[in-house]
């Protein structure tokens, strides 16, 4: 048996996904209850600029920051969220170790970005016929796409996201 294989290994691009998945999920759950704590603030109404003016500012960068929370608390007390420890997979400096705050906050911020440009891409292909907008989703779409595709490219298994972040995703 080859010595470097009983090490860790670089996480698939399918085992990434489930994790995110089940992140999501529960990312989904935590801002459903802190949205509940921003509800006496507006009177029970829905949170959208045109209702509330700054306070839904503040809502959207409060739902920012504790997601960023989430991730960044994950990922820097043990390199790993709920989602990556059923999958098996944790995330950890390129040169080993737990990642720092700042690799958190940009690998965080660059996958904020990728969602951000996958939900506009989505947005604009909803619509009947094809258009200039489409051509544009669809590279919208490509983005996140060509991050985790990276993977099966990279000779560590790493996606551009963790280039950036100067992490990588173990198994």
């Not at 992140?23 to 829905?46: K, N, Q, R, S």
């Not at 999958?87 to 969602?115: H, K, M, Q, S, Y």
Request: glycine share 12%; proline share 5%; aromatic share 12%.
């Amino acid at each position: 048996m080859d010595p470097a294989s009983t090490g860790p290994q670089p996480a698939g691009v399918l085992r990434r996904l489930a994790a995110l998945v089940y992140d999501a999920l529960i990312l989904a759950a935590l801002l459903f209850v802190a949205t509940f704590a921003w509800l006496p603030f507006t009177g029970g109404e829905a949170l959208t600029p045109a209702s509330q003016g700054w306070i839904a500012q503040l809502y959207r960068a409060s739902m920012f920051a504790f997601a960023f929370g989430y991730y960044g608390l994950s990922w820097t007390r043990g390199g790993q969220t709920l989602g990556m420890r059923a999958w098996r997979i944790r995330l950890e400096r390129a040169t080993g170790g737990t990642p720092g705050w700042l690799d958190a906050l940009v690998r965080f911020t660059l996958g904020a970005a990728l969602a951000v440009a996958a939900g506009a891409g989505l947005w604009y292909l909803r619509g009947p016929g094809w258009s200039l907008a489409d051509g544009v989703a669809i590279l919208l779409l490509l983005l996140p796409v060509a991050n985790l595709a990276w993977v099966r490219f990279d000779r560590e298994g790493r996606s551009l996201q963790d280039h950036a972040s100067w992490t990588r995703v173990l198994r």
